[in-house]
Nanobody, 123 residues
Framework: QVQLVESGGGLVQAGGSLRLSCAAS????????MGWFRQAPGKEREFIGA???????LTANSVKGRFSISRDNAKNTLYLQMNRLEPEDTAVYYC?????????????????WGQGTQVTVSS
C-alpha cells in the first residue's frame, strides 16, 4: 500500500511558478507509475501528466511546455514543476499511484490518491 501527501500549493500571480511535491510512503515507490491530476470547481478531474517507473513522461497538451513531471526515487517523491501559470490553472492538484508502473492517463486506473493541494493563480 502507498500513502501519498501533496504539498507546495498556494497563491501565485499569473506568470509565476510553483513546484508541487508528492511524498510517498512505502518501499515500492520506484515501481509505481505516478500521475498528476487537477480538478477545478464545477469541472471534472483532468489529467495533467504521468511518469512511469522507468522515468518516461507524458504531459497533457493543455500544459505542455509549461509543466514538467519528475521523480526522485531515493526520496520517494514525485514533483510537478509549473511555470508561466495562468488563472485557468487554478484547481486542486492531486497525485496518484499506479502499481502497474506505466504511463497511465485514466484516473480510474490509479489505485492510490493523495488528499490534494490547492493552487490559486491570480490575474
Amino acid at each position: 500500500q502507498v500513502q501519498l501527501v501533496e504539498s507546495g500549493g498556494g497563491l501565485v500571480q499569473a506568470g509565476g511558478s510553483l513546484r508541487l511535491s508528492c511524498a510517498a510512503s512505502g518501499r515500492t515507490f520506484s515501481g509505481y507509475g505516478m500521475g498528476w491530476f487537477r480538478q477545478a470547481p464545477g469541472k471534472e478531474r483532468e489529467f495533467i501528466g504521468a511518469i512511469s517507473w522507468s522515468g518516461r513522461t507524458l504531459t497533457a497538451n493543455s500544459v505542455k511546455g509549461r509543466f514538467s513531471i519528475s521523480r526522485d526515487n531515493a526520496k520517494n517523491t514525485l514533483y510537478l514543476q509549473m511555470n508561466r501559470l495562468e488563472p485557468e490553472d487554478t484547481a486542486v492538484y492531486y497525485c496518484a499511484a499506479d502499481q502497474n508502473g506505466g504511463l497511465t492517463v485514466l484516473s480510474s486506473l490509479y489505485e492510490y490518491w493523495g488528499q490534494g493541494t490547492q493552487v490559486t493563480v491570480s490575474s
